[in-house]
């Protein structure tokens, strides 16, 4: 079976340097690889709605702020279709359809709504389309028979119940859907990397995110400031590698050649940590070090997206023929839904005739 690939992000933010390790890195590798038959991105700004309805234009702005961080990045719009998931009315009718499917208490039970209705203080008051938004992602995926999802390890939830959806459908009418795997990325360092002052999570509230849009400023003085070993005061003094996050940093970026280009003294990290570990290193030197590794990876990206930015209304144009491209996919998976489902009434010539006919036998006598 061809493999095609769908995964998308909520347009909430302009993407981080952990979005890129996470996740972006490993789409650009997959859209290369040649593997797929197809390699589809979307920008979820419908579901981005089931908890910002109250803020539009927040999901209206940074729709192209997310389009340019994927072309920056590499995604490549004649490789991948990048698409936005308002813009394909089809998702909404499968969302109408696979409802019949699920139950209240399932969507209770998955693990990633609670979590984030705690997260948002929903509790009392959870919008209907928040909550039922397990039901759409399984729309995003299935209605382009994605075969592989791309994903963070908080989504698997999402991915399992699209999976029990496909299964229901496919036992209860006819088997038109394909059951999607997760693939999450495997390095450790490519999980998640910490803000620039140690906590776990990037975020935008707490200002401490690095921006693949960041000006190369910006990541070398947000590098000066990265947390790192509270106790490691003195040079001399031991440093502690966990939950230190230049070496995280470092962990995520850093490859052997690094250190031929910019710090000969070492060969490998593995050397550099041994010697931090010891005493006699410094967080100043070691910051340097990560900000030209990090300059060396982001400049190419910068580059890119300046010439994006050149001519904003042909990303839109872009985004407008990838939702085109997507759309016709949807609508084939939608056909054969409705045919499965027997909903396909005007199409059905059969029925009409076998319809035809009972209502002629009957005034025969
Ligand atoms: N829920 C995903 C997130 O918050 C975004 C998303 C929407 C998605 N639809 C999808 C991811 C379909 C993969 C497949 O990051």
């Known amino acids: 079976m061809d493999k095609i690939i769908l995964t998308g992000d909520r347009p909430t933010g302009r993407l981080h340097v952990g979005h890129y390790v996470g996740s972006l890195r490993q789409r650009v590798a997959l859209q290369n690889s040649g593997e797929y038959k197809r390699t589809m991105i979307m920008i979820a700004d419908a579901q981005a709605l089931t908890d910002n309805f109250a803020n539009p234009e927040k999901v209206r702005q940074n729709i192209i702020e997310v389009a340019l961080d994927y072309l920056s990045v590499g995604l490549d719009p004649e490789k991948s279709i990048l698409f936005i998931q308002s813009q394909i009315p089809e998702l909404t009718e499968l969302t109408f359809y696979y409802s019949d499917l699920v139950t209240v208490a399932r969507l209770q039970r998955n693990p990633t709504v609670k979590n984030e209705i705690k997260l948002r203080n929903f509790e009392a008051d959870i919008p209907v389309g928040f909550f039922t938004y397990p039901i759409s992602q399984a729309s995003d995926i299935t209605a382009f028979k994605a075969t592989t999802v791309p994903v963070g390890e908080d989504q698997l939830p999402m991915i399992e119940q699209a999976r029990e959806i496909v299964r229901r459908f496919n036992s209860i009418y006819k088997p038109v859907l394909v059951e999607p795997e997760a693939l999450v990325p495997k390095e450790a360092a490519a999980r998640r990397l910490p803000g620039i002052d140690g906590k ?166």
């Open 200 to 365: 776990a999570k990037m975020s935008k509230s707490l200002g401490n995110c690095i921006y693949l849009s960041d000006s190369a400023d910006e990541v070398t003085a947000k590098i000066k400031t990265m947390y790192t070993d509270p106790q490691h005061l003195r040079v001399s003094d031991p440093g502690h590698l966990e939950g230190n996050t230049v070496f995280t940093y470092l962990d995520a970026f850093c490859r052997p050649e690094h250190f031929a280009r910019y710090w000969p003294e070492y060969q490998s990290l593995d050397e550099l940590k041994e010697h931090y570990q010891k005493g006699g290193v410094g967080d100043m030197k070691v910051k340097k070090f990560l900000t030209q590794i990090v300059q060396e990876e982001l400049e190419p990206i910068r580059r890119k997206r300046a010439e994006y930015e050149k001519d904003i209304p042909a990303v839109y144009d872009i985004l407008k023929a990838g939702s085109d491209k997507a759309r016709a996919i949807a609508a084939q998976t939608l056909h054969e839904v409705k045919d499965a489902m027997q909903i396909n009434y005007f199409d059905d010539a059969e029925l009409i005739r076998a319809q035809a006919e009972k209502y002629a036998a009957k005034h025969e006598d």
